[in-house]
């Protein structure tokens, strides 16, 4: 996970009000009028970057989500390839304010990742989901956009039946589910340092 996602949250939110008034760069991205997006920006969608994700896929179908990784790069996940120019133009500004380190100068790099699922699709399963926090041994439920999947964090092969169980009750696809073994009840510690994800808890 890592940095706080308010941050981005405020400036996604910003990128899109700005692209949505100026943005002339694509027939894809011109699908949308203008006076429309911004107003589904003001509406919101839920706190967070989660929130800002759904947003911004209402004007980039297929939007998986986006995270800086590694190499501080910003990747960005499609299940459409052909929205390429649409996403580099919508979020350059957040390639700008990547996260700053040493040789960190200037915008980041703009990675495209084939998505299976798009972001939307993945938090309507998550919320489907909700009740598994009430289960012995489950420790986070997380709509995963570096894993394109909806991510539950457990502390036991028990627990992790009963998860796989509550999925299919709920109509969730076992293959759009990542049960993850955790120790201590969170994350492990190399999923934090190994990737800049702006995630909120929950």
Known sequence: ????????AILVAGTLAASACEQPA??????????????????GDGPGIDGEFVRVQRQLPGFGGYYFDANGDLVV???DPAQEPAARALLAGVAADRPRGPGSAGPATIRVRRAEFDFATLQGWHERLNSVLRLEGVSFL?????????TVGVTSEAAAARVRAEAVRAGVPSAALRV???AGGGRPIADLLSQIRPVLGG
Do not use: C, I, W
Not at 26 to 43: G, I, L, M
């Open 180 to 182: 993850e073994r955790v």
């Open 1 to 8: 996970m890592g940095t706080s996602r308010s941050t981005f």
């Open 77 to 79: 996940l499609l299940t």
């Open 26 to 43: 694509s027939p894809d991205f011109q699908a949308a009028k203008p006076e429309v997006a911004t107003a589904q920006v003001a509406q």
């Open 142 to 150: 997380d709509t995963d956009e570096m894993a394109n999947r909806v």
